[in-house]
């Protein structure tokens, strides 16, 4: 049998991933701090006996697009937005230290500031607990102040600061949970140092970097696709009953 058949049906079902992938970028245009995938496809030779033009599809992420996204100005005091590059280090359920641009941040019954998912915000020593407050302030350095219940206003007490780290770019990737941490091959042993020169603006959220216009158009683009790889499964499956209706004649 030809095997245009298995080749166009790779290349439905590489259509398919693609499709998928840019489908949640869309699904995310509105989640603080998303990075969108990039997706790609590439031809794979047929192994075996084959025609030399045949060659399978293959979809591949090859990475995450790292761009900033705009800024939001919530005026919640909670709310922080790293400027330039560079990301919030949180630590996640399994006690992983991850990165994130996601800076919607939350106080537990406990103190501890968390992500709204539950992951805990990492400071100088570890998670970030505050002590009772009745005001709070995050510096432009990452510094965690708060007033004391029951103290004067204008009486702040510096707790913690959050720990703000910049990686190399090409030493990241983003897993299956959405955070960021080195690849494998690139991990530096323990944690990541922190960077004093970095900056936040209190009071933002740094938006999703998608842009819902282009994905919309590569996934159209990735369903027409999907249908010209169906008509060519259907050609070559009519080819091949042609062929066995000429040699049953022979």
Known sequence: MDKA????MSGAKQNMLAQRAHANNLANVNTTGFKK????ARSMP???EHHPTR????TERPGTDLSAGALMDTGRKLDVAVEGDGWLAVQNNQGEEVFTRSGSLQVDVNGLVRMPSGELVLGNGGPVALPPFDDLLIGADGT????PVGGPPDQLVEVDRLKLVNPPADALEKGLDG???RKPGQAIGGVEPADANMRVATGFLESSNVNAVEEMISNLQLSRQYEMQVKV???ANENSEATARLLQNL
């Open 5 to 8: 058949l298995y080749i166009g």
């Open 233 to 235: 499964m259907s050609t």
């Open 179 to 181: 955070f960021i941490r």
């Open 37 to 40: 995938d990039f997706a790609q």
């Open 55 to 58: 060659a399978y599809a293959m």
């Open 46 to 48: 047929v192994f075996g």
């Open 144 to 147: 965690v102040s708060v007033v």
